[in-house]
């Protein structure tokens, strides 16, 4: 790997590693289909893990209560694809604030040559947290002042740490 433009020192660096709002399986109940001829009783439901979204970086791990469901009743969701598409959704969307770096670099392009965006990644090395990993910008914030000169504030997540489900077919 190359040597690459290096965090600033003000503003800190902000490393966020937390089980706020995690949990360690999605469980969603739907409801059954308005079919007059149906002779099931049973409400749709689904089940997933958060270790199964991103097996690299769980969004929670816990020794003191390992079993943390969020259970989830989802009137639209009328079969079973559909219970898993929403607790998919649901673990993802939170799993992406389990874990992120943020911190400043000077100026608008990297020392690659290329602008900083979102949608891209980046290697990034915290030594103190130990981070030494690619990760995904998922925010690009730039800022153009007298006194500063030109910084890009970016926000990085893990790979895969940000997942959102699949579309209906």
Known sequence: RHTGNRFLT???IEVVDSNEDQYSVCVVT???PD?????QTAAP???VLAEDLNPDHPAYSSTAAPYKPLLIKDKNARDAEACARVATLALGLRAAKARSVTGSVDGFVSMTG????VNTVAWVVVEAD???EDMWVSEVVRTL???GGQKTRLTLLPL???VLGEMPA
């Open 35 to 39: 079919d007059p001829g149906t002779t």
């Open 130 to 132: 130990g981070i030494d």
């Open 114 to 117: 290329r602008v900083y965006n």
């Open 30 to 32: 739907g409801v059954r």
């Open 10 to 12: 003000d503003p800190p």
């Open 145 to 147: 002042d007298r006194n």
């Open 160 to 162: 895969g740490a940000l």
């Open 45 to 47: 439901f689904a089940e």
